[in-house]
């Protein structure tokens, strides 16, 4: 039980850990606006994880056999939504202002970014579908290899909003500020892409 614990774990490290358009909008909105005003976005994508979460666990993958073009469906307006918190990240300004509130990322936007992103659903699919803890009865084991990866996800996509705000300094500057936030855009919209290629 123990090494199928450590698989669990290991597999969301990696496959939710990993850069995409979340962590990426995650340490953009940690770098550009700071931890306490990045939380209500941080918490609107957690909510929206454990609904994706819930539905990779119980039968979307049903429901994507049946409907082929519904996972195509959202795959696509998940890709323009991430495309959109890229730009919004990408223009928001550099100057701490009241016109800077009007940019903050909100908890809604957190939300709509983990519901749709399809590298969420496909990374929990194959939690889910190759790390499945051993217990009986099975319902029940589908509800704790799912906390476990919530938690593990919570944490890591935490450190993305944290490890963002080590950047501050980077991102007031007018010059690299607006670099970065371009960087950060660009290469979400590149995860984006890069999600419809595989």
Same mark, same amino acid.
């Given at each position: 039980m123990i090494e199928a614990i450590l698989a669990l774990v290991l597999?969301?490290? $990696?496959?939710? !850990?990993?850069? !995409?358009p979340t962590p990426l909008a995650l340490a953009a909105a940690g770098a550009t606006f700071g931890?306490?005003?990045g939380l209500p976005f941080y918490f609107g994508n957690l909510i929206g994880l454990i609904l994706v979460l819930a539905f990779a666990s119980f039968g979307i993958v049903t429901l994507f056999d049946k409907f082929p073009s519904l996972e195509s469906t959202l795959q696509l307006l998940g !890709?323009? #939504?991430?495309? #959109?918190l890229a730009l919004k990240i =990408?223009?928001?300004p550099i100057i701490a202002n009241q016109q800077l509130h009007n940019h903050v990322p909100k908890f809604r936007d957190g939300l709509i970014l983990s519901m749709l992103n399809p590298k969420a659903y =496909? =990374?929990?699919l194959a939690i889910v579908s190759q790390f499945l803890l051993p217990i009986t009865p099975a319902f029940l084991g589908i509800i704790v290899t799912a906390l476990i990866c919530l938690i593990f996800t919570a944490m890591i996509d935490f450190g993305w909003l944290w490890l963002g705000t080590l950047i501050t300094p980077v991102m007031n500057n007018p010059i690299q500020g607006r670099i970065l936030r371009i *960087?950060?855009? $660009? *290469?979400?919209v590149f995860a984006v892409l890069w999600v419809f290629t595989v």
């Amino acid at each position: 039980m123990i090494e199928a614990i450590l698989a669990l774990v290991l597999s969301t490290i $990696v496959l939710i !850990g990993s850069p !995409g358009p979340t962590p990426l909008a995650l340490a953009a909105a940690g770098a550009t606006f700071g931890i306490k005003k990045g939380l209500p976005f941080y918490f609107g994508n957690l909510i929206g994880l454990i609904l994706v979460l819930a539905f990779a666990s119980f039968g979307i993958v049903t429901l994507f056999d049946k409907f082929p073009s519904l996972e195509s469906t959202l795959q696509l307006l998940g !890709g323009i #939504y991430i495309c #959109y918190l890229a730009l919004k990240i =990408a223009t928001s300004p550099i100057i701490a202002n009241q016109q800077l509130h009007n940019h903050v990322p909100k908890f809604r936007d957190g939300l709509i970014l983990s519901m749709l992103n399809p590298k969420a659903y =496909a =990374a929990f699919l194959a939690i889910v579908s190759q790390f499945l803890l051993p217990i009986t009865p099975a319902f029940l084991g589908i509800i704790v290899t799912a906390l476990i990866c919530l938690i593990f996800t919570a944490m890591i996509d935490f450190g993305w909003l944290w490890l963002g705000t080590l950047i501050t300094p980077v991102m007031n500057n007018p010059i690299q500020g607006r670099i970065l936030r371009i *960087l950060f855009s $660009v *290469l979400m919209v590149f995860a984006v892409l890069w999600v419809f290629t595989v």
